[in-house]
């Protein structure tokens, strides 16, 4: 059988380049400058960088703060992506059965899903305010004392649940979709053969909602890693103190407010070595076992 | 700029006309005045003030037109001038705050110094003009001005008089009068005694300067990069290990790191004494609906007898390097006209911010300032109180990143995370590693 082929080979490469040069310029370029400055100590105004070899790192390495703030990073990552996919997993399957007013159940789910993870925080710290926040007073009504951004672990709390409140709705529309997607015959035969919903979700829904988690999971992991940081920035108020805070936003407190490009970009690289790791398990170990129709 | 030349050919009636006015609108701004920029970290009510004193200045003249660029926080501005530098992008003026004098100080050639900016541009200029408080704090070893101290402010107590009428108390003008009487009426009347808004500011800059005590070696660090600082000294250990006990005891209230958070209850009626910012002044009379009154952080009498003057806060004005003669002298001219005494006490009045020259600040005395509000004028008394060896000022780089471990290690020591001893362990050594990291970067 003879390969397909384009007759003039130009054409494919000319096809390609406008996404390659994107990806040149927004990836591989900062990427590269990232990794090259994380060899060296720079005067923030640049007018000089000492090579320091591999210093940058080995501070990391020896920093229990970095150590601790790696933790966080992590059950802040499992615990943001595992209650967002399960919550939407939840209101998925729950609104899938409603019949009248579906719509209108959906369109209030998806909602929350326009805020902008800036003003998702905003409001967060607004609720959780310790002079004034209801959430607070509500708290204080059970007689617990409620403190954002005094004690470790109420910031974490509230950090948490404004992150996992935000992404609800995203999972919720795909997972809802997925859902949908399920041929009626499927689960009409399920139900002759078993009378148990539970497990009738395990065996037959689930594993078909397989590919949809799977690309779920990685979009929330990135979520949680990444495009948190918009409400961490705000409920922090710019100064974390003893707050947790994650890599990224280490990152940006180091690089930004501190000005040490080369301690920064090192973090940077870190974090890009951490994400491409992550990236190849996941489709290392989980793709085998999902079965896309 | 050229006026624009077009071919005859195309010469209809109605582009001519409007080659005219193109060129006219062009070329008309471009030859008369010289632009400049002035990138500034002052939002709100502060920032329309900043509107108001450019406006006035381009008003005020025909040669030189300067824009305000409001860049986001005290960091944001920083990090915004040291990018635009390295892109060749920098304004004409850059505001930086206390804290990242040394970065744009230790940046030689990325300034021009202000007081050789002034005189070389013909605009009259001596130190001893401005109040013995701000002369300094930005100026190099030697004692050259490098920025311009724009808004200066200084930490002051305010109280709230009717709690302390209630109590039977006077403000305390010492630590130990405020624990062993002022507290303790205080908590028998309903208020939460003392709460502050900036720990390492309040309570570490300025316990240094207040109590003239070295904050770091190499003279506070202006004499050189390669410094420590004095974090194991044990007045400021025991002066924390106090706080502690008032928070636990009910004598204060701590609400973590940000500002607000510890301004409310003050503005809210719960808290008696609040240590704040003479800056502070102008919003809290439009928050507070009590009357209050201010005075000079107190002094432990253990450490000494003679309390000294306290270090200017707030930020400066830099004149960024890589600028046109021309654009140089409009920058000259703007803070002449800045600190002209009229500009000064407008700003003063505005704001609550520190008038920065002896004749601002005579003009507001002369002109009934102080009878009005007499709270206004604490911030400038203290930074007019007897100076000492340590009281003019410190210089450390990577200062924003060592201001950010004291407050996280302040805050596990005041909520029982960590020890007295592991906290300022903690402290001393990352902010002497953070010094020798920008030591080197400066090599």
């Known amino acids: ?293 | 700029m050229r006026p624009l030349r077009l071919g005859k050919h195309i010469m209809k009636t109605t582009s001519v006309i409007f080659a005219g006015a193109v060129s006219a609108v062009l070329a008309g701004p471009a030859f008369a005045q010289t632009e400049i920029e002035w990138w500034h970290a002052m939002g709100g009510s502060l920032g329309e003030t900043v509107n108001k004193i450019a406006a006035d200045f381009n008003a005020s003249q025909s040669d030189y037109t300067i824009t305000p660029v409001f860049k986001g926080s005290y960091e944001e501005t920083l990090t915004a001038g040291i990018a635009a530098f390295r892109a060749g992008e920098q304004p004409n003026v850059l505001q930086v705050f206390d804290a990242g004098a040394a970065t744009v100080i230790g940046a030689q050639g990325a300034t021009v110094a202000v007081q050789d900016l002034l005189t070389d541009n013909g605009v009259p200029f001596d130190i001893q003009d401005y109040i013995s408080g701000v002369r300094y704090f930005y100026a190099d070893s030697d004692g050259k001005m490098i920025g311009m101290p724009f808004n200066s402010s200084s930490p002051i107590m305010y109280y709230n008089v009717e709690a302390l009428n209630a109590a039977g108390v006077t403000p305390p003008v010492t630590w130990e009068e405020f624990q062993e009487t002022t507290a303790p009426a205080l908590v028998e009347a309903g208020y939460i005694p003392l709460s502050q808004s900036h720990m390492p500011w309040i309570f570490t800059e300025n316990f240094f300067s207040r109590h003239n005590l070295p904050f770091a070696t190499g003279n506070n660090g202006y004499d050189s990069a390669s410094v420590t600082i004095n974090m194991d000294a044990p007045e400021i250990r025991d002066h924390f290990a106090a706080f502690k006990g008032w928070i636990d005891n009910g004598y204060a209230g701590f609400w973590g790191a940000g500002w607000d958070d510890n301004a409310t209850p003050f503005e809210q009626g719960e808290v008696a004494i609040w240590l704040g910012s003479s800056g502070s002044f102008g919003g809290l009379q439009q928050t507070a609906e009590f009357p209050f009154s201010a005075t000079y952080l107190p002094y432990w009498e253990a450490i000494t007898t003679e309390p000294t003057q306290t270090f200017i806060g707030g930020a400066a004005l830099f004149a960024m390097s890589g600028h046109s003669d021309a654009e140089n002298k409009a920058t000259a001219e703007f803070f002449r006209y800045l600190t002209s005494p009229e500009v000064q006490y407008m700003w003063h009045q505005e704001t609550g911010y520190v008038p920065i020259t002896e004749a601002a600040y005579e003009l507001a005395k002369s002109d009934g300032h102080y009878d009005r509000f007499p709270a206004a004028e604490v911030g400038i008394q203290q930074l007019s109180l007897p100076a000492g060896d340590w009281t003019r000022g410190y210089r450390m780089g990577f200062y924003v990143q060592i201001r950010d471990v004291m407050n996280r290690e302040y805050q596990r020591y005041l909520t029982g995370e960590t020890s007295l001893d592991d906290a300022f362990t903690a402290i001393k050594s990352e902010a002497d590693e953070l010094l020798a990291r920008f030591a080197q970067t400066q090599g």
């Open chain 1, 1 to 293: 059988m003879k390969r397909a082929a384009f007759s003039q080979p130009l054409m494919p490469v000319a096809l390609l380049m406008p996404q390659l040069i994107i990806i040149a310029v927004f990836f591989y370029w900062p990427a590269w400058e990232a990794v090259y400055s994380s060899f060296f100590l720079q005067d923030p105004f640049g007018f000089g960088a000492s090579y320091v070899g591999a210093d940058n790192y080995t501070r990391l390495a020896r920093s229990t703060e970095y150590g601790k703030v790696a933790g966080f990073t992590l059950f802040f990552t499992l615990v943001v992506t595992f209650l967002s996919l399960g919550i939407a997993l939840l209101l998925a399957v729950k609104a899938d059965k409603v019949i009248r007013g579906a719509k209108t159940y959906r369109t209030l789910l998806m909602w929350v899903y326009a805020v902008a993870p800036p003003v998702a925080g905003f409001l967060g710290s607004l609720l959780f305010n310790q002079n004034i926040g209801p959430i607070t007073d509500l708290f204080a009504f059970f007689g617990y004392d409620l403190q954002i951004g005094l004690n470790y672990n109420d910031t974490a709390f509230a950090m948490i649940t404004v992150s996992v409140w935000k992404q609800i709705p995203v999972n919720f529309i795909f997972l809802l979709s997925g859902l949908q997607s399920i041929p009626v015959s499927v689960r009409e035969a399920a139900l002759i053969d078993n009378q148990s919903g539970v497990r009738r979700f395990w065996d037959i829904t689930f594993p078909l909602l397989a590919p949809t988690a799977f690309f779920l999971l990685i979009i929330n992991i990135t979520y949680a890693l990444f495009d948190t940081f918009g409400i961490i920035d705000i409920m922090v108020k710019g100064n974390p103190a003893s707050n947790p805070i994650t890599l990224v936003y280490k990152v940006y407190t180091d690089g930004f407010r501190g000005n040490d490009l080369g301690g920064s970009s090192a973090q940077s690289v870190v974090l890009m070595v951490l994400v491409l790791l992550l990236t190849i398990m996941q489709f290392r170990m989980l793709e085998r076992r999902i079965h896309y129709t």
